[in-house]
């Protein structure tokens, strides 16, 4: 089974410009997770998916982030425009989310770089 | 919210000893309890969990251990290896809102 597939891996931009994250999840996972993780920090959540529904977002950055996940599958991060703090990875998990919460599946990041 | 703590941050062990990392959590309703492993530059992986309804569970050389009453939760790693070396992060959900709360990790050093 392919694991949470992300892209790209390493990205490197000056400030202010735009940037884009594509996540790829575990088929047949309903649910959907933006994360940053800072370096020497946990995964801190953005936003989560519940099909193509946006159900936890109070921690995106509304004013240069959006996120967008048509189709209920594949998803896309967007930061316009970029600022030095947003260097970080970021994660996409998946889960099949049911009645309890369940273990998610990491995929291996973007590593961002704001110059 | 949810406040999630974790100690050490960092923890240094001869190959074959036993490491343990304890974390403790804030909201009682929390319910689910994974630990995840991340090695340098890699994605994290689940490597254990506990629900609520159960005190301990074990596998392998890894356990993990739940105390309700206290709100604490640690993984015990038994005759450590070199590549048990990564990051560590325990991490609390609440059945309700599904979005974990990591702690902040540690960085397990296993020295051959």
């Known amino acids: 089974e392919a694991g949470v597939v992300q892209s790209p891996r390493y990205k490197i931009i000056e400030k202010k410009q735009p940037v884009a994250f594509w996540c790829n999840p575990i088929?047949?996972?309903?649910?959907l997770y933006w994360y940053r993780q800072n370096l020497g920090q946990g995964p801190e959540l953005l936003i989560r998916?519940?099909?193509?529904?946006?159900?936890?977002d109070s921690q995106l950055p509304k004013d240069r982030f959006s996120a967008e996940r048509l189709k209920g599958v594949d998803s896309t991060l967007k930061i316009q425009p970029a600022e030095l703090g947003d260097s970080a990875v970021y994660l996409c998990?998946?889960?099949?989310?049911?009645?309890?919460?369940?273990?998610?599946?990491f995929g291996p990041g973007t590593r961002l770089t704001v110059t | 919210g949810e406040n999630v703590e974790q100690h050490p941050s960092t923890l240094s062990v001869q190959e074959g000893d036993s490491a343990v990392i304890k974390c403790t959590y804030s909201?009682?309703?929390?319910?689910?309890f994974p630990w995840y492993k991340q090695e340098l530059g890699k994605r994290p992986q689940l490597i254990i969990d506990?629900?609520?309804?159960?005190g301990e569970k074990k596998d392998q050389r890894i356990a993990v251990t739940l105390n309700k009453t206290a709100k604490h939760f640690s993984l015990h790693i038994t005759e450590t290896q070199p590549e048990d070396s990564a990051v560590y992060f325990c991490?609390?959900?609440?059945?309700?809102?599904?979005?974990?709360?990591f702690g902040r990790g540690t960085s397990l050093i296993v020295h051959p």
């Open positions: 998916y519940e099909n193509e529904e946006a159900v936890d």
């Open positions: 506990i629900r609520s309804n159960v």
């Open positions: 991490a609390a959900l609440s059945g309700g809102s599904y979005i974990p709360t």
């Open positions: 088929s047949g996972h309903n649910t």
């Open positions: 909201d009682s309703a929390s319910n689910y």
């Open positions: 998990a998946s889960s099949w989310q049911g009645a309890k919460a369940v273990e998610q599946y």
